[in-house]
């Protein structure tokens, strides 16, 4: 018997994905259920799965599984099968969801936080910290538009890439580049 070379593992990939691409359009075009149904039960077990093995617990590795699945249906209209093949896709909003959900576990609780007066600081320290922060709103506004509103969304708005993604409709990964290039900037201008 001979065993099947890569080039059998690939054309059985690709028609995968083919029938993979073919349920997310028919859920962004018609909002196909059964489409959805097959999407879902082939996908939300890999996707719990590689979540636990990423170090999410059950409970967590659940609700970010939902969140994605959900997300598919919502966001169905998204995908570019020119970009990425579908289990490509989901599994980075997987990723993405479970990074969003770690980061809002280590934001601190208001019991967690100190009470009373905090002492009085040094007034040297004050007028520096003072300076730095009128040079930082200076370079902010120095960045061009489209970076300026990204950093602000994600370090005012304390939104994360996934939730600006989803209120400005552009690509996660343009979000990134945008907020990584104006980051640079803004430490090349603070040095």
Known sequence: MKRAGPAKVTTIRERENTDWVACIAAIRETQDEAAFAR??????PRVKA???RSGADATLAEECTQEVMATLWQKAHLFDP????????????????????LR??????????PWGQDPE???ADTLALQQESDQLSEAIAALPQK???????AYFSDLSHSEIAAQTGL???????RIRLALDRLRHTMK
């Not at 999407?39 to 939300?44: K, P, R």
């Not at 809002?104 to 936080?113: G, N, V």
């Not at 970076?147 to 969304?153: F, V």
């Open 147 to 153: 970076q300026r509103e990204l950093i602000e969304k």
């Open 104 to 113: 809002k576990q280590k934001r601190p609780e208001p019991e967690d936080l």
């Open 39 to 44: 999407l879902f039960g082939h996908f939300a």
């Open 82 to 101: 020119s970009r990425a093949s579908a289990a490509t896709w989901i599994f980075t909003i997987a990723r993405n969801r479970k990074i969003d959900a």
């Open 171 to 177: 690509p996660l990964g343009t979000i990134k580049s």
């Open 121 to 123: 600081p040094d007034q």
């Open 50 to 52: 590689f979540l636990m």
